[in-house]
């Protein structure tokens, strides 16, 4: 997926940007939603925790 956000990439503003945007659109927690992987790279990758079931069928709705 492909995600812009307007924070700088400063202080890890970016990184807890995209995190709150994901979580946001997949309705859980801001808390639920980290950036584990690519911290100070362009491709990031990010867990989300909850019902693995729930995750993906809202997270396909947004793909479709």
Known sequence: MLARV????EKGAANKSVAKLFAKALS?????????A???ARIKTLRVRGEPQELTKRL???LS
């Open 6 to 9: 307007r924070a700088v990439p």
């Open 28 to 36: 859980v927690p801001k808390s639920s939603a980290e950036v584990i």
């Open 38 to 40: 690519g911290s100070t």
């Open 60 to 62: 396909e709705e947004h």
